[in-house]
């Protein structure tokens, strides 16, 4: 509120100017009932996490299932926001793709339904649930069966020294979308970084 202070005396013949003084106190409590305002209407950003399920610790007593050269497929991240992949069937046939839906999901896409053409009867599942003749806990229960499957595929995951911490979740989510369970990180082997310094 601006209070206006009169001085009505008079020197030498001129009046003095009007004093203003400006009282900023019901300014300090609107700022305040605007940030109550504003935290109470605004909704925070929700974190979002990655999860990714970890084996169990080998304590020495289990050996661990050998992998069929056909269930083997390796993507390769690299630093150009490419991903390169091949089968172990066809290790010196590398070929390349991006991280779009078209891209490496459908190439997982495929390559899984090669290897265990039953992971189909997902995509079977869940049309039932859609048109409601199963629950919610039969579809995960289906999904579950087909997924752990051990003929299933298994990917291994590398990346080049420069490939972005975004292009892995990318990756991820490529597998979770396709049901793939089986996955690992993993370094280049020597083999792999020949091929791949050729394709700098």
């Known amino acids: 509120m601006a209070i206006l202070i009169q001085n009505t005396t008079a020197t030498k013949g001129r009046i003095r100017k009007h004093d ?3 009282d900023f106190t019901p300014m300090v409590d609107l700022g305040f009932l605007l940030i109550t305002f504003f935290m109470l209407t605004t909704s925070l950003n929700a974190l979002h996490k990655l999860t990714i399920t970890l084996p169990e610790e080998d304590k020495g007593t289990s050996t661990p299932s050998p992998i069929k050269a056909s269930q083997a497929f390796t993507v390769i991240m690299s630093g150009d926001n490419k991903v390169y992949w091949y ?5 010196n046939k590398l070929s390349s793709t991006d991280f779009s839906k078209n891209g490496i999901e459908k190439i997982l896409k ?8 039953s992971l189909d009867s997902i995509s079977f599942y869940e049309a039932l649930y859609d048109n409601k003749k199963i629950s919610k806990e039969d579809l995960q229960h289906h999904i579950n069966h087909f997924a752990n499957d051990k003929r299933n595929i ?3 995951i590398k990346a080049m020294p420069k490939a972005k911490y975004q292009n892995l979740i990318s990756i991820i989510d490529a597998l979770n979308k396709n ?3 089986h996955y690992a990180i993993d370094d280049l082997n020597e083999s792999e970084k020949q091929i791949m310094s ?3």
């Open 20 to 22: 203003l003084h400006i």
């Open 198 to 200: 050729r394709t700098d």
């Open 154 to 156: 298994f990917v291994f």
């Open 110 to 117: 495929e390559k899984s339904l090669t290897v265990n053409s």
């Open 179 to 181: 049901n793939i369970r």
């Open 87 to 91: 089968t172990a069937t066809e290790v």
